[in-house]
Antibody, heavy 117, light 106 residues
Framework: QVQLVESGGGVVQPGTSLRLSCVAS????????MHWVRQAPGKGLQWEAF????????YYADSVKGRFTISRDNSKNTLFLQMHSLRPEDTAVYYC??????????WGQGTLVTVSS | SYELTQPPSVSVSPGQTASITCSGH??????ASWFQQKPGQSPVLVIY???KRPSGIPERFSGSNSGNTATLTISGTQAMDEADYYC?????????FGGGTKLTVL
């Protein structure tokens, strides 16, 4: 079965950097596009970034463009989100999701990022 | 930027039909997806490409999309369907989610 496991979250100070990881299993990772989506506490879903199956196409939300970078290592079935210049408003649970037949077919359990001084 | 608008809340009695709308400019020209999220859990895809159900999603979930409005319909609503529901569509190269609708079954 499809499994997505995020990690790398934690409490960080404003202005610092953090890298999130998402390890995938149960499907052919190198064949499918992947997303990062975040959810601030008590708020709705907000899409952040997408990367194509081969890493050649990347799209970002305006709110993170230039600060966040999505990447993947198909040899390790792993998706990454490198986050720089973190702000308190980046505090959220970050989910990875896979694009199979739909678009956000399966989601991980999420990893919490808290940006606070 | 493109926006999708959902009602904050919808209430339905058990066994009745619940309809949750999602409005956006020319949304009918795009593919709409719907997600269910229960408290403390990750979102689950329930409808994609307007009206397709992923494997494992009950038949009581259906979708439509025309004009400026996409609609998620839950027939014979059960207590287990109480959750937040989000619509989603793409505008250019940006994925957009609606603000979410809390479905209460009472």
């Amino acid at each position: 079965q499809v499994q997505l496991v995020e990690s790398g979250g934690g409490v960080v100070q404003p202005g610092t950097s953090l890298r999130l990881s998402c390890v995938a299993s149960g499907f052919t990772f190198r064949s499918y596009g992947m997303h990062w989506v975040r959810q601030a506490p008590g708020k709705g879903l907000q899409w952040e970034a997408f990367i194509s199956y081969d890493g050649n196409n990347k799209y970002y939300a305006d709110s993170v463009k230039g600060r966040f970078t999505i990447s993947r290592d198909n040899s390790k079935n792993t998706l990454f989100l490198q986050m720089h210049s973190l702000r308190p408003e980046d505090t959220a649970v970050y989910y990875c999701a896979v694009r199979l037949t739909g678009d956000f077919d399966y989601w991980g359990q999420g990893t919490l990022v808290t940006v606070s001084s | 930027s493109y926006e999708l608008t959902q009602p904050p809340s919808v209430s339905v009695s058990p066994g009745q039909t619940a309809s949750i709308t999602c409005s956006g400019h020319k949304l009918g020209d795009k593919d709409a997806s719907w997600f269910q999220q229960k408290p403390g859990q990750s979102p689950v895809l329930v409808i994609y490409q307007d009206n397709k159900r992923p494997s494992g999603i009950p038949e009581r979930f259906s979708g439509s999309n025309s004009g400026n409005t996409a609609t998620l319909t839950i027939s014979g609503t059960q207590a287990m369907d109480e959750a937040d529901y989000y619509c989603q569509a793409w505008d250019s190269s940006t994925a957009v989610f609606g603000g979410g609708t809390k479905l209460t079954v009472l």
